[in-house]
């Protein structure tokens, strides 16, 4: 079975400053698909950003973009100029015959 | 364009009862795909409809736990006889397809059932 680990339960960073945020994960599978979600205290869950993985260039989403490393089957998530509004839970998750998410990585954003 | 929403928004209920939450997808999407997540963990996924039908009930923790979906639209996940560890929050999303090989179009997520079983 597939799994998804994210290492980091809690993460802080400074407003303004850049955070990377890391998540593995296992597959036997060549083409699956990788996101990056996100959850605010409001439960409501938002989609980040999502990587293919037959694609080689990394997925780019304005401050949002991933370190995708097919071959260590790692998905990192780098915040650039990190804001308030971004502190939540974030959670990695992978794609192919079901979809499978991470534990979940809290963000911390100091002002 | 209404998202997806989820009813009721919390639900408390004595341990042994039966519960209801339901789920109304985005109108056109026939991907719907139920979720649990306790307190402080990441997702658990449960089931997932193409349609009307579930090509994979494995997800779902128990025998306790059904899920259907009529008329591609509205799903409604049941618990039987509610146990404490079923205290969760119950997330749902629906997304515009489901291949049937493998799920890659963006999801969209409702808010949510909170449900407390005392």
């Known amino acids: 079975a597939q799994t998804v680990t994210q290492s980091q339960p809690e993460m802080s960073v400074q407003e303004a400053e850049t955070v990377t945020l890391s998540c593995t994960y296992d597959t036997s599978e060549s083409d699956y698909y990788l996101f990056w979600y996100k959850q605010p205290p409001s439960r409501q869950m938002i989609l980040v950003i999502r990587?293919?993985?037959?694609?080689?260039q990394n997925a780019t989403e304005n401050r949002f973009s991933v370190n995708f490393q097919k071959a260590a089957k790692s998905f990192s998530l780098k915040i650039s100029d990190s804001q308030l509004g971004d502190a939540a839970m974030y959670f990695c998750a992978y794609s192919r015959d079901d979809m499978r998410f991470g534990a979940g990585t809290r963000l911390t954003v100091k002002p | 364009g209404a998202g997806v929403s989820q009813s009721p928004s919390n639900k408390v209920t004595e341990k042994g009862k039966d519960v209801e939450l339901r789920c109304d997808p985005i109108s056109g999407h026939t991907a719907l795909y139920w979720y649990r997540q306790s307190l402080g963990q990441g997702l658990e996924f449960l089931i997932y409809f193409q349609g009307n039908s579930a090509p994979d009930k494995s997800g779902l923790p128990s025998d306790r736990f059904s899920a259907e979906r009529t008329g591609g639209s509205v799903s409604t996940l049941t618990i039987q006889r509610t146990q404490q560890e079923d205290s969760a929050v119950y997330l749902c999303?629906?997304?515009?397809?489901?291949?049937?090989?493998?799920?890659?179009?963006?999801?969209?997520f409702g808010p949510g059932t909170r449900l407390t079983v005392t």
């Open positions: 999303a629906s997304s515009l397809v489901a291949n049937p090989s493998w799920t890659s179009y963006e999801q969209y």
């Open positions: 990587q293919e993985a037959y694609k080689q």
